[in-house]
């Protein structure tokens, strides 16, 4: 005899709410409901826009009112939109970078992903003191500063689509410079001792050797070393002279007689190369580039992210290839010296640590190409050589010191 065994079918779970006073339910299709004095409405799938929408007219619908159409239309994702139709237009006119408006978009991304659909007329200050949570999960002091920054500049925006500044600003705090400095202090020293130094120039390869002494040499970082041109090298009077590209201040650069021998053979290696591959158009005036024909530092963009995103996107889907990084970071694993915040721009960090005990702050400022802010920039004409040259010998006796003939005697100089 066969027994047949009827089961009742489990019920499926609910899905969960984001919080257990969460006002809406959530079918099975995934969208969330409100059922309100008879009638089923439907707040849509996403729960944070859902619960917006209901906020917004909840009171209409516990009364029996027709819900009327929000105060204000304008969402989040409005304002994101029109800001970086704007700021595309901008790069297009040359007045930005490209990679600026990469920072643009991720800022406006990350906007759009926490509350696009919201319109401007609901979001409180609560709201954004809760981002300001969101975004310092995982985050370091100085990235939040920066993300933040441009996420004010974004919200400031929505005056051209509302008329009125936007009223909670402010509650987006940025980290303090108390803050940044308390968690670098927490971190590691980001310099080299000149013994070290001297290891890396000894065991780096022609080029990386070449950058390494400029690096300490004059303060160069990674994007200097990749835009550098020949003509801004004059190695017969040992001067480099060129407007830095990221602050377009000028930098002129007195050079040491080994920076002057290892750029010597690395524009000879970098024309060598010249002779075997095909170049990229922007590397035929470089002092540098790789073996592939290369900038050591470039922009790309990723065809694999753009072919996803599509032709309508305005993410620039920027990639930055920087082998003098890579490569550095390679040589100081082989050295044993990798530790952590050491990288190449850690050079340019020695070299403004060690040059300041020169005691000639403008001097050290005016060879890393810093911007100088007060009044003074306006007025001065020209900076002493000789100011620039104190410094750089200083850091070049540092790095490396002056050898004692035996059975001498240091004495000190005379008092004039």
Known sequence: MVTIVVTKRAKPEKPAKPHKDFPLTQRSDGRWVKKVRGKIHYFGRDADNALAEWLRVKDHLLHGEEAPPAKDGTTLRDVVNDFLDEKMERHKADKISLSTFQGYYNAGKFLDQWKGQW?????????????????AKGRSKVT??????????????????????????????????????????????????????????????????????LAINGGFGQTDMANLLESAVDLETAWIVYPRGK????????????????????????????????????????????????????????????????????????????????????????????????????????????????NDQKAVNFLMGHIDSGMSDAYRERFDDERLKRVTDYVHDWLFPPKRIKGTVKRKPKAR
């Not at 319109?119 to 975004?135: A, E």
Request: hydrophobic share 40%; net charge positive.
């Open 144 to 213: 939040q500063r920066n993300l933040i920054s441009f996420i004010r500049i974004i919200l400031q925006h929505s005056k051209h689509l509302t008329g009125e500044d936007f009223p909670h600003i402010n509650a987006l705090e940025k980290p303090t410079k108390k803050d940044i400095r308390v968690e670098r202090n927490a971190k590691p020293l980001r310099m080299f001792e000149a013994d070290e130094i001297r290891t890396i120039i000894g065991a780096a390869g022609v080029q990386l050797r070449a950058m390494t002494l």
């Open 119 to 135: 319109p401007l007329s609901i979001l409180t200050r609560k709201d954004f003191v809760k981002l300001g949570t969101k975004i």
């Open 247 to 358: 602050t377009g201040v000028y930098r002129r650069c007195p050079l040491w007689t080994e920076t002057v021998d290892a750029l010597r053979e690395a524009m000879t290696h970098t024309k060598e190369i010249r002779a075997t591959v095909k170049l990229d158009p922007e590397c035929r005036k470089l002092v540098f580039i790789t073996k592939n024909g290369r900038k050591w530092v470039r922009t790309q963009q990723s065809a694999k992210r753009a072919a996803i995103a599509g032709e309508d996107s305005l993410d620039p889907m920027l990639n930055t290839v920087d082998s003098v990084a890579t490569e550095f970071a390679k040589l100081l694993r082989k050295l044993e010296l990798k530790t952590h915040g050491r990288n190449f721009y850690a050079l340019r960090h020695t070299f403004l640590t060690i040059g300041e005990n020169a």
